[in-house]
């Protein structure tokens, strides 16, 4: 069983359409959390970062965190043909475990279609 | 603009050849790691470094070599032991206190022939 689980899509969706991203995982050792998009021949770029449980609003991007249920998710609000890319989850443990080794889900690609 | 270099963009090698892959960065981070991307396979780890002058082997480290003489730069020589080696490649960092999540750069596609 892999540590970090993320449907790999594709995943399309119209313009304007609220957009849920997931990922599940099994270690509960993990603390921090992230989610990356990532364009075409281009590196990661962080979206959100999250430490433990809860939510995290910024713009139309919002991330949630269950750890009683080992699950994350990330939501695009008023999705745009621009918010086309695969999406990567991302998560370490705390500092009494490997903290400096990060997981990572396969990637869930996104089509906004205009 | 603080960030994380790689160069080249595009590498294109002889199969047999070693050639060494560049990353700096000037965010004042402690970690860097170097990851390997494949289609449909995901971010899979080559090396990590918590500090200078110290790593350790991730998950594919064979037919990789690191130095980590600067905290700002973490060399990858891929060798000609590595059998499949075009791929993309990518640097990341991490800071050490109080912002612990990880930045990559552009990335290196580098391709063997």
């Known amino acids: 069983q892999k540590e970090v689980e993320q449907d790999p899509g594709p995943l399309s969706v119209p313009e304007g359409a609220i957009v849920s991203l997931n990922c599940t995982y099994s270690n509960s050792a993990f603390q921090y959390f992230m989610w990356y998009r990532q364009y075409s021949r281009k590196g990661p770029e962080l979206l959100m970062y999250?430490?433990?449980?809860g939510n995290k609003e910024d713009g139309r991007f919002t991330a949630q965190v269950d750890k009683s249920s080992k699950y994350i998710s990330l939501f695009i609000r008023d999705s745009q043909p621009s918010d086309s890319a695969t999406y990567l989850c991302?998560?370490?443990?705390?500092?009494?475990?490997?903290?400096?080794?990060?997981?990572f889900g396969s990637g869930t690609k996104l089509n906004v279609k205009p | 603009d603080g960030g994380i270099t790689q160069s080249p963009k595009y590498l294109f090698r002889k199969e047999g050849q070693n050639v060494t892959l560049s990353c700096e960065q000037n965010l004042n981070h402690d970690a860097m790691y170097w990851y390997r991307q494949d289609p449909g396979q995901g971010l899979r780890l080559i090396y990590y470094?918590?500090?200078?002058?110290?790593?350790q082997k991730g998950d594919i480290a064979e037919g990789y070599s690191v130095s980590r003489e600067k905290k700002e730069s973490f060399p990858l020589t891929v060798t000609s032991a590595q059998k499949n080696p075009t791929a993309f490649y990518l640097c990341?960092?991490?800071?050490?206190?109080?912002?612990?999540?990880?930045?990559f750069g552009p990335g290196t596609r580098l391709t063997v022939t």
């Open positions: 990341a960092s991490r800071g050490t206190s109080g912002s612990y999540e990880q930045y």
């Open positions: 999250t430490y433990s449980s």
């Open positions: 991302a998560m370490s443990a705390g500092r009494e475990y490997n903290f400096n080794k990060f997981y």
């Open positions: 470094s918590q500090i200078v002058n110290d790593f």
